[in-house]
């Protein structure tokens, strides 16, 4: 019973520790630009996008396709900043096993 005892106790510092992990990535700031400083975006840790700042000099009435690729890549980038700041902090709670069903 001694095992149990101590492999509950570890889940629960485990489960401790990801709730404050994922308390301090979610108040974190992702900040993405693309095209050379024309668009720059900050994303939280809960994938909320909290601003998006374009360059006046981008915005091209004759070339809209452009602004909304470069609007799609920094999106794209952020999110994937975000998942590998997750994925990070999981693998070092986990020791880089996956357990599905957290986060």
Avoid: C, R, W
């Avoid at 939280?44 to 396709?65: A, F, H, L, M, Q």
């Amino acid at each position: 019973m001694q095992n149990m005892n101590q492999i509950m106790k570890q889940m629960q510092n485990m489960q401790k520790e990801m709730m404050k992990s994922q308390e301090e990535l979610e108040g974190k700031i992702f900040e993405v630009t693309t095209g050379g400083g024309m668009i720059k975006l900050e994303m939280n840790g809960k994938y909320e996008v909290k601003s998006i700042k374009i360059n006046p000099e981008t915005v091209d009435p004759d070339d809209v396709e452009m602004l909304e690729d470069l609007i799609l890549s920094a999106l794209q980038e952020a999110h994937k900043q975000v998942s590998e700041a997750l994925d990070e902090i999981m693998g070092k709670l986990t020791g880089g096993m996956k357990i599905p069903g957290i986060f």
